[in-house]
């Protein structure tokens, strides 16, 4: 099992910056990858940002060159920085940790966890 909390989050007008920490423990050495999905009501959820273990990162369309993903292995935890937050931004943050164990069959289980969420409202 892994666990995931998350920090970060609030209001911020247009234009602000915010900053999202996901912390991870548990079964930490099964973790590939890990990520923030966001999402608004009548809306499915959509991918954010996505880092691997090599620190292989991936983003939205909407928040390249804007948002930041980055993770400190050290102490299992992944930082989203946005910066230049839009209206649009406003969301419900969640993380993400992807686990994948292969047995000595080399079946492999895959998992995935889910933090609590955190609200991010851009508004002036």
């Known amino acids: 099992q892994v666990q995931l909390v998350e920090s970060g989050g609030g209001l911020v007008q247009p234009g602000g910056s915010l900053s999202l920490s996901c912390a991870a423990s548990?079964?930490?050495?099964?973790?590939?990858?890990m990520g923030w999905y966001r999402q608004v009501p009548g809306k499915e959820r959509e991918l954010v940002a996505t880092?691997?273990?090599?620190?292989?990162?991936n983003y939205s369309d909407s928040v390249k060159g804007r948002f930041t993903i980055s993770r400190d292995n050290g102490k299992n935890t992944v930082t989203l920085q946005m910066n230049r937050l839009r209206p649009e931004d406003t969301a419900v943050y969640c993380c993400k940790a992807y686990s994948a164990v292969v047995d000595s069959k080399g079946t492999v289980y895959e998992h995935n966890y889910w933090g609590q969420g955190t609200q991010v409202t851009v508004s002036s």
């Open positions: 548990g079964n930490i050495f099964t973790i590939n990858l």
């Open positions: 880092i691997t273990n090599y620190g292989n990162t």
